[in-house]
């Protein structure tokens, strides 16, 4: 659930705030009386999202496999419309101004960014789309908790990004005009650099550009520190938060008796507004920053396997009761070789009651060893969810079996057998 999480909410926060802030500050007119361009912004997000679905379904069924064909000309789109909504975004104060009697500065505004959303959309959701493909593991069940975690994860991921949009744009009736507008040119221009990145990493492993020196090193930290500029953009709305708490905090609503009942309502209504936009605004900061550092951290954690534990050996057979393996969790003893080499070997009870027994390594993966998570046993260097009835079996990334003994509630293991098998933990 938090890997979906943590994979949906990045790639969605971006094209969020973009199509929020462009609202916000090309916005005008009320009821009838709206521009012809009014919605020109919203089917620009539309075709960018079925453009985006078309293109996943095409890699996801492997009709398009060199996605790069694709990418090139979306990323080169996206940078020219990100330098076309910079102006945008610096000249929307004249374009919305007087509308009514130069409707065609509003038009242009409008369609460039129309054009920009909709290729931030194409470009940025493919990857989030292609997510549900991962909901259903190799041979398991649709119909599964695992799934309905995963895919509720997805949800949320994708739900955070349009919340956090929607809260931020409460501050646009409390905080001063320039203070939005300076965030949504640093969403813009932040977008601008990521995008960059991306097409001359691209263009690199195409052989359309080489970059040497300082070009190169200054493209590759751009390109690793993605995730924190997406953080960025959504940083920087810091400023029209404080914008908002400055105006809420100086409004005045005691002591001046010049103003009537009505308009000191009116007051302590605005500032109540400002303060709570600002509170929510710091709120929606916080968790989506602990959630893209924390969380991504916790996804990419290395797992450690668990210490091993203590069992009877004695003339050369070393036994494990029933008592200690029973409860249906993976458990790792280790036995020291007669060639002096330390091994590993896994004990779990599958359904059934049977016991799944082998070594802590495979022919495939080594002696990396095998983890417990989500009542799965993994394998800690491919990642492959393994088979519980396969346990005991040869093959692929199972364990490698070894003979044993099941009888009058213990688990006999000969270490001759043990011994036999060492070289799977020889570097």
């Known amino acids: 659930m938090l890997g979906q999480y943590v994979q949906a909410l990045p790639g969605m926060l971006a094209p969020c705030l973009l199509v929020m802030s462009m609202s916000v500050l090309l916005t005008v007119g009320e009821g009838r009386d709206k521009p012809v361009s009014v919605r020109w912004r919203l089917y620009g997000l539309l075709v960018g999202l079925a453009g985006a679905c078309v293109f996943a379904g095409l890699r996801g069924t492997a009709v398009i496999t060199r996605r790069s064909n694709v990418n090139l000309p979306a990323l080169i789109g996206c ?173 005045k609503t005691k002591g001046a008796p010049e103003l009537n009942d009505a308009t000191l309502r009116l007051r302590k209504a605005f500032r109540r507004r400002a303060v709570a936009a600002s509170v929510w605004s710091l709120v929606a900061m916080i968790g989506v920053t602990t959630m893209l550092t924390w969380g991504v951290a916790e996804v990419n954690k290395k797992p450690v396997l668990s210490p091993p534990e203590p069992y009877s050996l004695v003339d050369g057979t070393a036994t494990i009761t029933f008592a200690q393996v029973e409860d249906g969790h993976l458990h790792r003893f280790e036995y020291t070789a007669a060639d002096g080499t330390v091994m590993r070997f896994i004990i779990i009870k599958k359904n059934g009651g049977a016991y799944g027994i082998g070594l802590d390594a495979c022919e495939t993966c080594g002696d990396a060893g095998y983890y417990e998570k989500d ?30 003994k099941v009888a009058n509630g213990q688990i006999t293991i000969q270490t001759a057998d043990l011994d036999a098998l060492s070289a799977h933990f020889k570097k």
């Open 79 to 251: 940078v020219a419309f990100d330098v076309a909504m910079i102006a945008v975004v610096l000249l929307a104060r004249r374009a919305t101004r007087d509308w009514h009697a130069r409707p065609a500065r509003l038009h242009v505004a409008n369609a460039l960014s129309a054009l920009g959303i909709a290729f931030t959309v194409f470009y940025a959701t493919p990857d989030v789309i292609l997510q549900l493909t991962n909901f259903v593991e190799t041979g398991d069940s649709p119909f599964t908790s695992a799934m309905l975690l995963r895919a509720l994860g997805f949800a949320l991921g994708i739900g955070t990004a349009v919340v956090v949009a929607a809260i931020f744009r409460t501050l646009r009736t409390t905080a001063v005009r320039w203070a939005f507008t300076l965030s949504a040119l640093l969403v813009v221009a932040i977008g601008l650099v990521r995008h960059l990145a991306d097409l001359f990493s691209l263009m690199m492993s195409m052989r359309i550009l080489v970059l040497h020196g300082t070009a190169f090193r200054m493209m590759i930290r751009v390109h690793n520190a993605d995730r924190w500029l997406a953080i960025a953009q959504m940083l920087v709305f810091l400023i029209p938060v404080v914008a908002s708490l400055v105006a809420g905090f100086r409004t």
């Open 375 to 404: 009542g799965k046993i993994i394998c800690k260097r491919c990642d492959v969810a393994i088979n519980l009835a396969t346990i005991g079996f040869k093959g692929g990334c199972n364990p490698v079996p070894f003979n044993y």
